[in-house]
């Protein structure tokens, strides 16, 4: 199994960036994947997250209305559309998936993902 993301660079703030992750190895059609990052020093912290069915997205309660995440699974892709980044959205934003389905408001843990990327850098300058 390969997560590949991409998209990742500089940008200013209050910029915008699209990432992608590209998923070969898995019948992705049957995946959730989920975004996380991690900044210097920090823990890994969840950003978004969608569904085998891409039935809807789903968000921190911090990040709502910046971050939109999608799917096509005819190209076995997930985008994650970040707007208006700030400084501390620096860091090393990581794609994963899981077989587990969420479709509750709670929070998405990391421990549920079985596959990771090795990640995309996004610096968002001041």
């Known amino acids: ?38 900044a210097p020093g920090k823990e890994r912290e969840w950003v978004a997250g969608i569904n085998w069915d891409g039935d809807n997205g789903y968000y921190p309660y911090s990040l709502k209305g910046r971050v939109t995440i999608s799917r096509d699974n005819a190209k076995n892709t997930v985008y994650l559309q970040m707007n208006r980044l700030q400084p501390e959205g ?5 794609c994963a998936s899981t077989r587990i389905v969420s479709r ?23």
């Open 104 to 126: 509750g408001e709670g929070e998405w843990n990391p421990n549920w993902f079985d596959y990771w990327g090795k990640g995309t850098l996004v610096t968002v300058s001041s």
């Open 90 to 94: 620096t860091a090393v934003y990581y």
């Open 1 to 38: 199994v390969q997560l590949q993301a991409s998209g990742g660079g500089l940008v200013q703030t209050g910029g915008s960036l699209r990432l992608s992750c590209a998923a070969s190895g898995l019948a992705f059609n049957d995946y959730t994947i989920g975004w996380f990052r991690q």
